[in-house]
Nanobody, 120 residues
Framework: QVQLVESGGGLVQAGGSLRLSCAAS????????LGWFRQAPGKEREFVAS????????LYAVALKGRFTISRDNVKNTVYLQMNSLKPEDTAVYYC?????????????WGQGTQVTVSS
């Protein structure tokens, strides 16, 4: 069982940066792959990035690679999403997810989400 709580969202101007955090509880955290997804108003939830349990493998949405970086700290039971050069189209609720494999839309464990708003 894994419980996830996101934080770090907020309002930022275009070109700015934010770092999202997702704190996890549960003894199995270090053995789960983690991912970030986002959902903009009126749109479907979409994949942002994922990281393997050992941090040895990361995967990014093609359009976001280079601006977003996912990382994790298995001692602190936390996964991060560093977002740079933010654009208004990055405005969305950002969710973290955990799964035994690469997280997908049907992953078992989800956080409640954190709002990111990028103003132009």
């Amino acid at each position: 069982q894994v419980q996830l709580v996101e934080s770090g969202g907020g309002l930022v101007q275009a070109g700015g940066s934010l770092r999202l955090s997702c704190a996890a509880s549960g003894r199995a955290f270090s053995r789960h792959h983690l991912g970030w997804f986002r959902q903009a108003p009126g749109k479907e939830r979409e994949f942002v990035a994922s990281i393997s349990w050992s941090s040895g493998y990361t995967l990014y949405a093609v359009a976001l690679k280079g601006r977003f970086t996912i990382s994790r700290d298995n001692v602190k039971n936390t996964v991060y999403l560093q977002m740079n050069s933010l654009k208004p189209e990055d405005t969305a609720v950002y969710y973290c997810a955990a799964d035994a494999g690469i997280p997908t839309m049907t992953s078992k464990y989800w956080g409640q989400g954190t709002q990111v708003t990028v103003s132009s």
